[in-house]
T-cell receptor, first 110, second 111 residues
């Protein structure tokens, strides 16, 4: 069965701290990987996606993610977070279907 | 383009009532899906469609029906609302299943 795991449920950081959110997936076939962000009261927006090629993917707002096939991981990173990054972050994978992780709530303290 | 439009934005139902959540997209996307979002559970797929006339079940289809008579519209019907269906519902569409565009959501409360 296909699944996505996000192990960090709640993360609290101070502004300018570095961020790394974990995402692991289980699927034996070719996958496409995504990170979505949901700001408070809003719908999901695509941050970045990986289909193939360079495993280091750069997205909007300074976010990046690295696909490590051997670890079945697609962790999201940002070198220096801002208060405006406070949101919920969802990892998603497309194999035979489109599945989301349970999300990580990020709170950035000014 | 309006993108993905969901109506209504908020709804309160009594247990046993039925209703339809509307979803429309104007991007000529073939793929459309309905998700429900619950705290601590992420987004769970209810039903999806890969084109007009074709629908299939997702992870949590019980209590919901869908139809896809046109490419643009993908309504979700609650047959007999239950408190367990209190949730935020998102409709999403995709040209090729590789990255979805989401609607703004419908917050449903069943009392």
């Amino acid at each position: 069965a296909q699944s996505v795991s996000q192990h960090n449920h709640h993360v609290i950081l101070s502004e300018a701290a570095s961020l790394e959110l974990g995402c692991n997936y289980s699927y034996g076939g070719t996958v496409n990987l995504f990170w979505y962000v949901q700001y408070p009261g809003q719908h999901l927006q695509l941050l970045l996606k990986y289909f193939s090629g360079d495993p280091l993917v750069k997205g909007i707002k300074g976010f990046e993610a690295e696909f490590i096939k051997s670890k079945f991981s697609f962790n999201l990173r940002k070198p220096s977070v801002q208060w405006s990054d406070t949101a919920e972050y969802f990892c998603a994978v497309t194999g035979n279907q489109f599945y989301f992780g349970t999300g990580t709530s990020l709170t950035v303290i000014p | 383009n309006a993108g993905v439009t969901q109506t209504p934005k908020f709804q309160v139902l009594k247990t046993g009532q039925s209703m339809t959540l509307q979803c429309a997209q104007d991007m000529n996307h073939e793929y459309m899906s309905w998700y429900r979002q619950d705290p601590g559970m992420g987004l769970r797929l209810i039903h999806y469609s890969v084109g007009a006339g074709i629908t299939d079940q997702g992870e949590v289809p019980n209590g919901y029906n869908v139809s896809r008579s046109t490419t643009e519209d993908f309504p979700l019907r609650l047959l007999s609302a239950a408190p367990s269906q209190t949730s935020v519902y998102f409709c999403a569409s995709s040209l090729d299943r590789y990255g979805y565009t989401f609607g703004s959501g419908t917050r449903l409360t069943v009392v």
